[in-house]
Nanobody, 119 residues
Framework: QVQLVESGGGLVQAGGSLRLSCAAS????????MGWFRQAPGKERESVAG????????YYTDSVKGRFTISRDYAKNTVFLQMNSLKPEDTAVYFC????????????WGQGTQVTVSL
C-alpha cells in the first residue's frame, strides 16, 4: 500500500503562485509515476501534470504549460507542483495520484487540496 498526503492549497489572487506538495509513504518502491489531477465544480477530473518515479517522462496539460512545474524530492519521496501565474480557471480541488509499475491507471490517490484563484 502507498499513502499520499497533499498540502499547500489555498486562496490566491490571479497572477499569484502556490506550491502543492504530495508526500508518498509505504511501498513507494512499487511506484512508476506520480501525477497531479484537478476537478473543478461541475467538471470532470482532468490530468494536470505527471512525472516518472525516476524524474523522467514529465508531461503537462496544455493549459498549464509554461506556468506549472512538477518536480520530485527523491530523499523525501515528495512530488511538488509549482503553480505560477495562476488564473481563476485554475480553481479546483487538486489531487495527487500514484501509479504502480505495470499498472496503466493511477490507483493511489490523495485526499485533495482546494486551490482557489480570485480575480
Amino acid at each position: 500500500q502507498v499513502q499520499l498526503v497533499e498540502s499547500g492549497g489555498g486562496l490566491v489572487q490571479a497572477g499569484g503562485s502556490l506550491r502543492l506538495s504530495c508526500a508518498a509513504s509505504g511501498r513507494t518502491i512499487s511506484l512508476a509515476a506520480m501525477g497531479w489531477f484537478r476537478q473543478a465544480p461541475g467538471k470532470e477530473r482532468e490530468s494536470v501534470a505527471g512525472i516518472g518515479w525516476s524524474g523522467s517522462n514529465i508531461y503537462y496539460t496544455d493549459s498549464v504549460k509554461g506556468r506549472f512545474t512538477i518536480s520530485r524530492d527523491y530523499a523525501k519521496n515528495t512530488v511538488f507542483l509549482q503553480m505560477n501565474s495562476l488564473k481563476p480557471e485554475d480553481t479546483a480541488v487538486y489531487f495527487c495520484a500514484a501509479r504502480r509499475v505495470g499498472i496503466t491507471q493511477y490507483d493511489y490517490w490523495g485526499q485533495g487540496t482546494q486551490v482557489t484563484v480570485s480575480l
